[in-house]
């Protein structure tokens, strides 16, 4: 296990970039002019993650320095860089730049426009997306925490992951923010140090096309990063899984609009609930999350049986 621990290549996610997979060893090396408090928790907790999640893939530089002051993610992305330990992480504009994520502005704690009834059903859908996170990540469906997202949507309102948060332990409210959308800008309420997924754009026109088709289904998406069904098949395929049949469309701009609507047209051509996208990740939308985590069961159990 030791041996494991030092051989095997993780990426460390920084939000705008991945890290090219580094060990142990290779870690230690990178962040040894942080000092050896932030080197010897660090390497703790990616030890504890591994232990965890076996076959962990990428982990957050939240999850990496997890009780560590704030300032060290970003002295850390720096020794990242000088170390060329970096590889881009989205879809580069033409011109090379990374393409800018949703500007989401924060509208405070709570949101008074949101009528009690809806409130209490939202409250209810938090609690369902805490305990469906935890069961995504604790039954290995998942790469890490960060490669999760989970949303509803009624109307207006939408509640949605917070980004490059520890899944395993979602704190209700806090790090599942309400957003809503008024002339084209989007708001979110919640704690502000936990705005909310940097896929809001995407998951918000992904519900607004699925529901007036199928209201109920629509509502409820399940998002994550599982290695054997985002490498089964490539772009233009399907993945058949039993009854279950998966397409797989070309990489698409990551958290806009557009890549909401696509795959929304995608799902229904197909006619099927869920869909990879080359490169990213699988999306199952069904009438509750209970549900959609049935069929990701169901899809991930099929194609390790395969």
Not at 30 to 55: C, D, S, T
Not at 78 to 83: E, V
Not at 114 to 140: D, N, S, Y
Not at 281 to 288: L, M, Y
């Amino acid at each position: 296990m030791a041996r494991a621990l030092v051989s095997r290549g993780i990426e460390v996610f920084f939000a705008t970039h991945l890290s090219r997979p580094v060990n142990a060893v290779q870690l230690r090396s990178i962040l040894e002019p942080l000092g050896p408090e932030v080197m010897r928790r660090a390497l703790a907790n990616w030890r504890e993650l591994q232990r965890r999640h076996p076959g962990l893939a990428v982990i957050s530089v939240r999850e990496l320095f997890a009780g560590v002051e704030q300032d060290v993610r970003d002295r850390a992305l720096k020794r990242f860089t000088a170390a060329r330990a970096l590889q881009p992480y989205g879809n580069p504009a033409p011109s090379g730049v990374l393409v800018a994520k949703t500007v989401v502005r924060y509208g405070g704690p709570y949101p008074e426009a949101l009528p009690p009834r809806q409130a209490r059903w939202f409250f209810e859908r938090m609690r369902e997306i805490q305990t469906t996170a935890a069961a995504v990540l604790q039954e290995g469906l998942a790469v890490s925490s960060s490669h999760v997202v989970i949303s509803a949507r009624q109307g207006r309102w939408m509640t949605i992951t917070a980004t490059n948060t520890d899944k395993t332990q979602v704190h209700l409210f806090s790090q599942t923010p309400l957003v809503t959308q008024t002339a084209g800008r989007f708001t979110y309420y919640g704690d502000p140090s936990f705005p909310p997924s940097s896929e809001t754009d995407s998951h918000w026109h992904l519900h607004g096309a699925l529901e007036p088709l199928a209201p109920a289904a629509g509502r409820f998406l399940l998002h994550f990063h599982h290695a054997g069904l985002r490498d089964a098949v490539r772009a233009g395929e399907t993945l058949a899984l039993g009854s279950l049949r998966i397409p797989c469309m070309a990489p698409l701009t990551y958290g806009t609009r557009d890549q909401g609507l696509a795959m929304a047209a995608a799902m229904r051509r197909a006619d099927t609930r869920a869909l990879t996208l080359a490169e990213h990740g699988t999306w199952f939308t069904e009438r509750s999350f209970a549900a959609a985590l049935r069929l990701a069961r169901k899809a991930v159990s099929t194609y390790c049986c395969m």
